[in-house]
């Protein structure tokens, strides 16, 4: 089993290690994220709403994906308190937030996962899960996972880079392949992904390489089409995201030689349209322990937000953080490439 950087005790498992060495050189300074965004009129980057309010339960997960920009797994035990979850509730409560994305690691690992949802569900929320499918057949105390999904009427988001076997385990590792598919069935079989259900199933594609993702457009039509005649799944849609240069993604740039390339790549596809789109914008982060971040890849660099007197969920101010200015870094090139990339997939759809 691939073990986590942290526990590995790697250089990249530091994130201050990480920003110096996506950091451009000072004689390339034209080259920064900030640079960019003056060239075309964009800086400060500001917040234009506050609807999202995504929640990381923990970097606990059945899975060591190679991709990982959480570097969760198995051997991670940070895990979100109930108590941390109590004053994410009482912040819900008393706002306009309209969406609950609760990721992880595998969010369903944490014990309070199915307690957190039905209470979200009384606020009158929509509820997404970042399910990684394979928790579901994991063990059987998770097998009812799409039976309580339905009956909470939970939109659900799963990666499946691939819908073939080499190309989905050579990223997530032998077997989920497999237990994916065996997982898509039993969501499909209550009605998950299936034609005026109201029950949404979409599916995640990262690339396996050092490689922007192509058209969201036409991959969503080519996975519909083999997933069904292959397999018989159904889905609503397909999310084409970007890989981050963080974590354990940098970690595989650096080691396959790919990661100057790969920088260059982000960089010369930088769109100024999918700036106005960027999640940052209308999303509010919270991490396993409680402090707050622009996004989650800001979260995994320990990026906090601007607002210095609200940086934890303990001392949320609702008005403060919907005006922010969004901490910015040479990472956020990944989601301005090409197409734009967001935990919603392409933002040119």
């Not at 969201?216 to 018989?232: D, N, P, V």
């Not at 397909?238 to 970690?251: G, K």
């Not at 790969?262 to 999303?283: E, G, H, T, W």
């Amino acid at each position: 089993m691939i073990k986590s950087l942290k526990v590995l005790h790697h250089p990249l498992s530091d994130s201050l290690y990480q920003l110096a060495l996506l950091e451009p050189d000072s004689d390339h300074s034209k080259s920064s994220f900030k640079a960019k965004l003056d060239e075309f009129g964009l800086f400060p980057l500001k917040t234009s709403a506050l609807e999202i309010f995504q929640i990381n339960l923990g970097k606990m997960c059945n899975q060591t994906c190679r991709h990982c920009h959480v570097d969760a797994g198995p051997d991670r035990k940070e895990i979100m308190s109930r108590q941390t979850m109590e004053l994410c509730l009482q912040v819900l409560k008393n706002s306009e937030i309209k969406t609950v994305d609760l990721t992880g690691g595998a969010p369903e690992l944490n014990p309070d996962f199915r307690w957190f949802v039905q209470e979200i569900k009384k606020l009158g929320k929509h509820i997404l899960v970042r399910c990684n499918l394979t928790i579901i057949v994991a063990n059987k105390r998770f097998n009812d996972l799409p039976e309580f999904f339905k009956e909470h009427q939970v939109e659900v988001v799963s990666s499946l880079p691939s819908f073939t076997q080499d190309r989905t385990d050579r990223q997530r590792g032998d077997g989920v392949f497999e237990d994916s598919i065996k997982a898509l069935r039993m969501l499909n079989a209550v009605g998950y992904g299936q034609e005026g259900s109201g029950l949404v199933l979409n599916l995640v594609y990262n690339p396996v390489g050092a490689f922007l993702p192509p058209s969201q457009i036409a991959l969503e039509k080519e996975y519909k089409k083999e997933l069904s005649s292959r397999y018989g799944i159904l889905f609503n849609q397909l999310f084409a995201i970007t890989n981050m240069p963080i974590s354990r993604y940098l970690d595989y740039l650096l080691t396959s030689g790919n990661y100057e390339m790969y920088m260059d790549k982000l960089i010369s596809a930088f769109n100024p349209a999918s700036v106005q789109n960027l999640m940052c914008r209308n999303m509010l982060s919270v991490g396993w322990d409680g402090y707050l971040y622009d996004c989650d890849f800001n979260q995994m660099l320990d990026l906090k937000v601007s607002t210095s007197t609200s940086q934890h969920i303990s001392s949320f101010d609702f008005e403060g953080l919907k005006n922010r200015d969004i901490v910015i870094k040479q990472h956020c090139f990944g989601c301005t490439a090409g197409e734009g990339s967001s935990c919603g997939g392409s933002l040119s759809v």
